[in-house]
Each structure stands twice: as structure tokens, then as C-alpha cells.
């Protein structure tokens, strides 16, 4: 159990899959303990689920403010975009440490949420008319590596 302690403190994806696993072996057993098996596996593993969806809304979140950012020549909410680019690249950092392997799936998981953040960052500019033909391809066309959504990257002032 100390493994699985040490797991759990390391690598709660990992944890959660696992224990998910030694419910559904333990119920195979025959175990008489009254514990609804298949329900308690699914729970513990949706657990680790959570840290995905977690990873992928904070993911989708600085994907969407730096297509504004590169994007929208409105200035006053510039600021507030890299505040919550800043917020989500604290939260995915700290789930990447209590889920180091999660960090297999981020490239991946970029690319699903571009076409999120995309989607969202358009409609957000839209209201503001700020959506030309240009600026659409220009934004359909983007594509941010690991290192731009999670390092210190910013994308240049549209206006500069």
C-alpha cells in the first residue's frame, strides 16, 4: 500500500488508473465485502478523468486569449487576457506536477483545444466586429506549440 501512497502523491492520473484496475481485479475475486465494485472502479477513475478535463479547459483558456491577443486591436482588456493566461499557466503547471503523466498528452490535447479556444476567441471578437476576412484566415490558421501555451511566450501587440 505504500506504493500506492507514494503513487498517489507522485502521480494521481496514474493512481486513479490503477486503483480503478485493483477494484475491478478485487471484484473478480469473489471478495464478500458489500461494496459495489464495478461503481467504485468507475468513480475512482473518473477521478483522473477530472485532471484531463481540468488540463483541457486551462488549456483552451490561454489558447483562446492568445489568439486575441495576436488578434484583436482592442486595448483595454489586453491586460485582463494576460492575467488569465498567466492564472490557467499556474493551474496546467500544477496539474502537470500532481499528474506528471499527463504531460504525454498535451501536444495532443493543444491541437483538440485550438479548434475550442478558436471557436470561442472568434465568436468573443465578433460581438465587437472586430472579425474581417483576414483576420478569420489568420486565426483559422493558427497553431501555438507546448512550449508557446506553457512557457512565458506572448504573442506581439497586433497594433505594433
Not at 496539474?95 to 498528452?105: A, V
Not at 479548434?115 to 490558421?141: F, H, Q
Amino acid at each position: 500500500m505504500s506504493d500506492a501512497k507514494t503513487l498517489h502523491d507522485q502521480d494521481f492520473l496514474a493512481w486513479s488508473k490503477e486503483q480503478a484496475k485493483a477494484l475491478r481485479v478485487a471484484a473478480g475475486t469473489g471478495s464478500n465485502l458489500p461494496l459495489d465494485w464495478e461503481n467504485l472502479a468507475e468513480e475512482v477513475e473518473d477521478l483522473g478523468v477530472s485532471q484531463k478535463s481540468t488540463l483541457d479547459s486551462q488549456l483552451r483558456r490561454v489558447i483562446q486569449h492568445l489568439l486575441k491577443l495576436e488578434n484583436s486591436p482592442a486595448r483595454a482588456p489586453r491586460r485582463g487576457w494576460i492575467e488569465s493566461i498567466d492564472d490557467a499557466r499556474v493551474e496546467i503547471e500544477y496539474l502537470l506536477e500532481k499528474s506528471p503523466s499527463l504531460g504525454p498528452q498535451v501536444e495532443q490535447a493543444i491541437a483538440g483545444e485550438t479548434r475550442r479556444a478558436l471557436k470561442l476567441a472568434i465568436r468573443d471578437m465578433e460581438r465587437y466586429g472586430e472579425i474581417t476576412p483576414e483576420v478569420s484566415a489568420r486565426m483559422n490558421a493558427a497553431a501555438y506549440s507546448a512550449e508557446q501555451v506553457l512557457g512565458d511566450w506572448l504573442p506581439p501587440d497586433p497594433a505594433a
